[in-house]
Antibody
Framework: EVQLLESGGGLVQPGGSLRLSCAAS????????MSWVRQAPGKGLEWVSG????????YYADSVKGRFTIARDNSKNTLYLQMNSLRAEDTAVYYC?????????WGQGTLVTVSS | DIQMTQSPSTLSASVGDRVTITCRAS??????LAWYQQKPGKAPKLLIY???SLESGVPSRFSGSGSGTEFTLTISSLQPDDFATYYC?????????FGQGTKLEIK
């Protein structure tokens, strides 16, 4: 069974950093495009970042470009999202998702709260 | 960037009703459109991909149609489990974009 499990969320001060992890099981991460999607409290879904299969090209929403970095460790079958210079507006549940025929499956999400 | 506009934002309906949600793209996205269902506190679930392909395990009362810039999600006969929020998403090119969501409420 294909599964994704996020971790690494928590409370961080504005300007701080956090690294989210997404552990994949049931498939080989290096053979799939992946994305991160976030959802602020009470709001809709926002695509944040993606990484392609093959050359591993990376893509970012304008709202996080220059601050967030997506990467994968094929040896650990894990996807990461390094988040720097965090702002209050980055507060959200962050989901990772397998990007094959659209996003499926999704992880259960991890909550990031940016607050002093 | 290509914008996705969903309507309505909220929809009140009864069990057994047929409902339709619309999603419009600001420019053509061919058939690169997906529909998701999300319940409170849960991750979204893929219902439809490639505009009209039903994801495995999704009940056949869900259907999708459209291409280019206009798309619809139809639920043929609402069941109690269907009351949730629905999102469309384009995935033809980065940055991927979601619609703002449609909350389907019990009338």
């Amino acid at each position: 069974e294909v599964q994704l499990l996020e971790s690494g969320g928590g409370l961080v001060q504005p300007g701080g950093s956090l690294r989210l992890s997404c552990a994949a099981s049931g498939f080989t991460l290096s053979t799939s495009a992946m994305s991160w999607v976030r959802q602020a409290p009470g709001k809709g879904l926002e695509w944040v970042s993606g990484i392609s299969v093959g050359d591993g090209s990376t893509y970012y929403a304008d709202s996080v470009k220059g601050r967030f970095t997506i990467a994968r460790d094929n040896s650990k079958n894990t996807l990461y999202l390094q988040m720097n210079s965090l702002r209050a507006e980055d507060t959200a549940v962050y989901y990772c998702a397998k990007d094959l025929k659209a996003f499926d499956p999704w992880g259960q999400g991890t909550l990031v709260t940016v607050s002093s | 960037d290509i914008q996705m506009t969903q309507s309505p934002s909220t929809l009140s309906a009864s069990v057994g009703d047929r409902v339709t949600i619309t999603c419009r793209a600001s420019q053509s996205i061919s058939s690169w459109l997906a529909w998701y269902q999300q319940k409170p506190g849960k991750a979204p679930k893929l219902l439809i991909y490639k505009a009209s392909s039903l994801e495995s395990g999704v009940p056949s009362r869900f259907s999708g149609s459209g291409s280019g810039t206009e798309f619809t999600l139809t639920i043929s006969s609402l069941q109690p489990d269907d009351f949730a929020t629905y999102y469309c998403q384009r995935y033809n090119s980065f940055p991927y974009t979601f619609g703002q969501g449609t909350k389907l409420e019990i009338k």
